[in-house]
C-alpha cells in the first residue's frame, strides 16, 4: 500500500559529504514524522534523526552538527544532508514513517529497504 524508496547512499572519503532523499508512495492521505535510522556492522540500529510533519528535528548526539534532517511534504519525501563524515558513520541507513495515515483510514509504520554508506579513505 505504501513503499518507502531511499537512494544517495555510496562510498565518500572521511571528511566528505553525501545527501540521503526517501520518497513516499502509495496509498498515502498524510505522513506525520518521518527519520532516519541506521544500522553499523556489529550494531543495533539506532535513529539518526527525526522531523514531524511540522518541522521540528531532533538528533542522536553523534550527529548534531553535522546531519540535517528535511522534507518536502508535497512531495513525500525527507532528506538527510551528511556533512564532515567519518568512518564511525558508516552504516545501512534506512527511512521510516511512522505513523502514516493512508487512503483507506488506516495506520502503517512503513519502512524503506536500506541504503548503504561507506566512509574509507
Known amino acids: 500500500q505504501v513503499q518507502l524508496v531511499e537512494s544517495g547512499g555510496g562510498l565518500v572519503q572521511p571528511g566528505g559529504s553525501l545527501r540521503l532523499s526517501c520518497t513516499a508512495s502509495?496509498?498515502?492521505?498524510?505522513?506525520?514524522?518521518m527519520g532516519w535510522y541506521r544500522r553499523a556492522p556489529g550494531k543495533e540500529r539506532e535513529l539518526v534523526a527525526i522531523?514531524?510533519?511540522?518541522?521540528?528535528?531532533n538528533y542522536v548526539d553523534a550527529v548534531e552538527g553535522r546531519f540535517t534532517i528535511s522534507r518536502d511534504n508535497a512531495k513525500n519525501t525527507v532528506y538527510l544532508q551528511m556533512n564532515s563524515l567519518n568512518p564511525e558513520d558508516t552504516a545501512v541507513y534506512y527511512c521510516?514513517?511512522?505513523?502514516?495515515?493512508?487512503?483507506?483510514?488506516?495506520?502503517?509504520?512503513?519502512w524503506g529497504q536500506g541504503t548503504l554508506v561507506t566512509v574509507s579513505s
Open positions: 521510516n514513517a511512522p505513523h502514516v495515515l493512508t487512503s483507506l483510514g488506516t495506520y502503517l509504520d512503513v
Open positions: 502509495g496509498t498515502i492521505f498524510s505522513i506525520n514524522a
Open positions: 522531523i514531524t510533519s511540522g518541522g521540528r528535528t
